[in-house]
């Protein structure tokens, strides 16, 4: 998986699936197309440390994952057995014993692995890129892997050489920290040197060993004043392709420059012996494409970098241009140059949920379209299975920033998102038809580009299934608007409602608006909300959160609509000392908390595909009455606060918590789930921790006990939550450091 750009680069996540149509009631040509897999494995240096993504998400420990991935239809794997690994473990023959375990398995059920032998890795130490003994210590490894595995046929030595050669050697991100020219090329050709070297040893076992060599693949487009580093960046995304296909020789557009940086002996002896793939593994993210741009006051500074013709702006194409080549472009431009079988070795788009399903559905579709252009494109990989760590960062820092996959591990076990449901439709011959396909993904949508917008084309394929829209209750609150605000952004077709659409204390209204909209799901964010009010109108509360909640879900159970709502920490009494998790049993001490939590038990109990989401205190800067808002207005006034300090609660943050929300609300997800920031705080400790960030006045913060509030309605004095389901919500310091800087 990988990121693209220049110096300055910067980066903007099983039950059968409802929503499949038969393939032959949309297209015969999808059947042929062959679906892969592939887990993020990368193992990356920076500095002295190792960063190894099998191990941080738990696939190295879990060999039933395996089983896992072959119930999702994949016919190959692309799977690490990386050098780092074994040249840096004191037990070599467990690690060989549990490779062969691994690829055991997959034999079994059928799997035909695609092993990668070094993956963004620059080897062990001591070697590294530069390294004139780094291909012979690589082709050793390759040597004694093909010997324990003489059946695997396919192999790919050197992950994306280009991309790793550019970001260690030219950008500075991975070891070796260097930003010369001389360096990146000597770290490409190496790379390129050490995949001649494994072959020519894999072959040596294995004749019939085929080279599945991958890259990313982009195009820079640019302004006037930067269309030579255009042309230069053009030229060299071939490089890879071209050293192995002995195409980089004399009269080549890059010869000139390589002869001047010393080259010329290795590239000459790299074209006498070339080792050209059987398969080219196409890359392409969309962050792939570039623009450069001269005029810098036009982007942010983070990419604003230098080139030979003067000081640049390296920016993602997709977002200044309205037609870049995109995927299809990559693929006819690799067609044309090599004709050579093509396979899409990674799809992978760390966004929200629909636009993961969005990018995967365009990738097979596109793949479809070329193919019956005469493109001979054998697979598309579904990449990034369990998900990946830290790809925000380019790998440089172990800060935790997780981002799904086809599989969520935040939680005990992996957890299926919507994508293993459309990945076996595709893989057995059906057109996914998940309602959020419906919409655009972000990168066809006008409103992506930061110049005049421009509609962009579309690729020709299957019509979009009938909409179907998502139906939101709660039209004049904070929540119901929250969800509607995303779901605009989000591009999700979606319908908020209020009393006079679905009365809740109406089944009637709820029937009608429910056969005349026909929602795939329902949220519904409408209810009580006043907690001390509750305790002198206990019948008006209960009435519309547990009896007009539960008639709802029963209503939508009958329909089987996928229904949401939501409940409180204060369905707990607050006596233990932990934090609350799912299993825990209600025990409410006021009015409102008794509302929740029979809510939750009638919606259960209606039987259909609902979803319960128990969550806290709300601070957002979209709403100023919340807690957070009314302290900044009270500092930045020089106002005192007061603030309780026995009161132990786990703040939420809504734009967290509606992004989690639809998220799993798309992936058909069921039961109670506890959605709040991580953490367990006062509310004068939340205040400090806001107040500090904002840099306001925390002395005028006072803490108070929570008897001093006489509050009507008794609050749990220890009410933090967390998730036996899986922590799924960014933690609470980043949630305060948004809400910050949307304030500032």
Known sequence: MEANGGPGWYMLGARPSPYEVPLDAVSTQLAPLALWGGCECTINRVGDDYLDQSARSGHSDRPEDLDRLAGLGVTALRYPLLWESFAQSDQREALWAWHADRLGRLRAL???????????GSGPAPTHLLDPAFAAGLADHAREAAERFP???????????????????LYGHWYPHLRDETAFWTALVNQVDAIRGAMDAIRMIIPAARLVQTEDLGHTDATPQRAAQAGFDNHRRWATWDLLTGRLIAGHAL????????????????????????????????????????????HPPASHGACATGPVADVEAVRAIAHPPGLEGAVR?????????????????????????????????????????????EAVTVWSLFGAFDWDSLLTKKAGHYESGVFDVRGPEPRETALAPMMRALAGGARPAHPVLHGQGWWRRPGRLTGPAT????????????????????ATGTLGQAFAGACSLRDIDHRLVGRDVIDLHDAATIADALD???????????????????????????????????ALAAACAQRDIHYSCF??????????????????????LNVYGESKARAEAGVLAAGGRALVIRTASFFSPYDPHNFAMHLVAALRTERVFHAVGDCITSPTYVPDLVRA??????????????????????????????????????????TVSIDAMNWPARRPRHASMSSERGLIMPSLASAIDRFALHLR
């Open 333 to 377: 431009a690799a067609w044309e140059r090599y004709e050579v079988p093509i396979v899409l070795t990674e799809v992978h788009n760390g966004c929200t949920r629909e636009e993961q399903m969005r990018w995967l559905d365009e990738a097979w579709t596109t793949a479809t379209a070329l193919r019956a252009d005469g493109i001979c494109i």
């Open 661 to 702: 929300t639809l998220d799993l609300v798309i992936d058909d997800e069921c039961g109670i789930w506890h959605l709040t920031s991580d953490g367990a705080f006062s509310w004068a400790q939340f205040a400090h921790a806001v107040g500090e960030r904002m840099d306001l006045p925390t002395d005028l913060i006072e």
């Open 255 to 298: 010869w000139d420059h390589l002869e001047g940086l010393g080259l010329s002996d290795r590239l000459r002896d790299i074209a006498s012996a070339p080792c050209p793939p059987a398969i080219i593994g196409l890359n392409h993210y969309l962050t792939s494409d570039r623009f450069l741009d001269h005029r810098l006051e036009r």
């Open 110 to 120: 059928g799997i035909r692995p695609i092993l990668g032998l070094i993956h963004h």
């Open 516 to 550: 005349r909209l026909r929602p795939w799901a329902v949220i519904n964010c409408a209810g009580w909300v006043r907690v001390d009010e509750a305790e002198g109108s206990a019948d008006a509360c209960l009435a519309t959160n547990f009896t007009g909640c539960v």
């Open 567 to 588: 409940s409180s920490d204060l369905v707990f009494d607050g006596h233990g000392r932990r934090a609350y998790v799912e299993s825990d049993a209600p025990a409410p």
């Open 455 to 474: 509609e962009p084309r579309t690729i020709d394929g299957p019509p979009a299934p009938e909409a179907r829209p998502l139906l939101i209750l709660g």
């Open 151 to 169: 059946w695997v046929q396919d192999w790919t030595p050197v992950n994306e050489p280009l991309t790793t050669a550019r970001f260690s050697a």
